[in-house]
Antibody, heavy 116, light 112 residues
Framework: EVKLLESGGGLVQPGGSMRLSCAAS????????MNWIRQPAGKAPEWLGF??????????EYNPSVKGRFTISRDNTQNMLYLQMNTLRAEDTATYYC???????WGQGVMVTVSS | DIVMTQAPLSVSVTPGESASISCRSS???????????VYWYLQKPGKSPQLLIY???NLASGVPDRFSGSGSETDFTLKISRVEAEDVGIYYC?????????FGGGTKLELK
């Protein structure tokens, strides 16, 4: 069974940083692209970016809306996915999801609130 | 960015009846490889989105065959036959053709 479990969310001040983690299990992690997607309360999801699989060199793609502030990485020895978020703004407040491949499986999400 | 526009905003359906949700993209989602990169999701209340349909008409694993997807290059339809109580939630279409992947605004399905 595929499992994706996000962690690391919470309250952060504007301008601050936060790193989210996603623990993956139930599949061969290195075979899959991995995504981060966020969803503000009551709004549609917004794709943030992905990191490719082993066959594609673990390269990354980002939504231009967050490029330069957010960084996606992975630890393939631990089956972990990460999202480093810098210079956070109030509009980054959302539930953040990791998702496998072409969004076939999603985690349960973790809330991030950016507020003073 | 490719804009995905859904209609209606909400739909109320009698259990056992069918429902259709439309989605229109601002650009063709047909790739030169012949695949149309439109996806459909259901977000049940308090839950994460779950994939229903991928590449316009392919049923995701574990999804009942009451769900079906169809369309052209820019106009797409999700049909739900014989609506059940478990189908309640918000339906989203999405395009995975080009960066940034984008989603429609959602259609809320309720029961009468």
């Amino acid at each position: 069974e595929v499992k994706l479990l996000e962690s690391g969310g919470g309250l952060v001040q504007p301008g601050g940083s936060m790193r989210l983690s996603c623990a993956a299990s139930g599949f061969t992690f290195t075979d899959f692209y991995m995504n981060w997607i966020r969803q503000p309360a009551g709004k549609a999801p917004e794709w943030l970016g992905f990191i490719r699989n082993k066959a594609n060199g673990y390269t990354t793609e980002y939504n231009p809306s967050v490029k330069g502030r957010f960084t996606i990485s992975r630890d393939n020895t631990q089956n972990m996915l990460y999202l480093q978020m810098n210079t956070l703004r109030a509009e980054d407040t959302a539930t953040y999801y990791c998702a496998r491949g072409t969004t076939g499986d999603w985690g349960q999400g973790v809330m991030v609130t950016v507020s003073s | 960015d490719i804009v995905m526009t859904q209609a209606p905003l909400s739909v109320s359906v009698t259990p056992g009846e069918s429902a259709s949700i439309s989605c229109r993209s601002s650009k063709s989602l047909l790739h030169s490889n012949g695949i149309t990169y439109v996806y459909w999701y259901l977000q049940k209340p308090g839950k994460s989105p779950q994939l229903l349909i991928y590449r316009m008409s392919n049923l995701a694993s574990g999804v009942p065959d009451r769900f079906s997807g169809s369309g052209s290059e820019t106009d797409f339809t999700l049909k739900i036959s014989r609506v059940e109580a478990e189908d309640v939630g918000i339906y989203y279409c999405g395009q995975l053709l080009e960066n940034p992947w984008t989603f429609g605004g959602g259609t809320k399905l309720e029961l009468k």
